[in-house]
């Protein structure tokens, strides 16, 4: 499993949308999300960090709160319908994967961590990261980051 690590994220200042939800409902919202995110992207006035597309996500047994963000500065005004939060500093097992494989990509960071004994911080958020590129490409990089205990 070459291509799991571990990182350390700096804290993230993000705007964005979310959906919340039963599970039933999440695959199609979450695709819904990020196109209502991506077609209001004009409305950061350049005030992005970056073209990478912030998804954390936390979930229980019934149901999941999903978000679409961007990375900026702290915004006195942000985007209407938006909300401004901060993710803390953590550290995360992470792989690098792409759009059309999460769900093998998630599989292979979980039996990683297993192997390392790495254990999930609970009460943190997971992180998906898109690298969406301008020309609308079928299959796009993204990373998937999972909280570690200390």
């Not at 039933?24 to 409305?43: G, M, N, V, Y």
């Not at 958020?125 to 796009?140: R, S």
Request: hydrophobic share 35%; glycine share 4%; charged share 25%.
């Amino acid at each position: 499993m070459e291509n799991c690590y571990i990182v350390t994220k700096p804290a993230l200042n993000l705007i964005g949308l979310n959906y919340s939800g039963p599970y039933s409902q999440f695959p199609d919202e979450t695709i819904r999300l990020q196109s209502e995110f991506l077609a209001r992207r004009h409305e950061f006035n350049g005030e992005i960090k970056s073209t990478v597309v912030y998804s954390p996500y936390f979930g229980n047994e019934a149901f999941a709160s999903y978000w679409a963000c961007y990375e900026t500065d702290h915004m006195e005004e942000i985007p209407e319908g938006m909300v401004q939060f901060t993710i803390p500093e953590h550290r995360y097992a992470m792989v690098a994967s792409s759009n059309k494989r999460i769900g093998e990509a998630y599989e292979q960071l979980n039996a990683w961590m297993l192997e390392q004994g790495l254990k999930r911080h609970e009460n943190a958020v997971c992180l998906e990261l898109f690298y969406v590129d301008e020309h609308h490409l079928e299959e796009e990089p993204v990373e998937l980051l999972i909280p570690l205990r200390d």
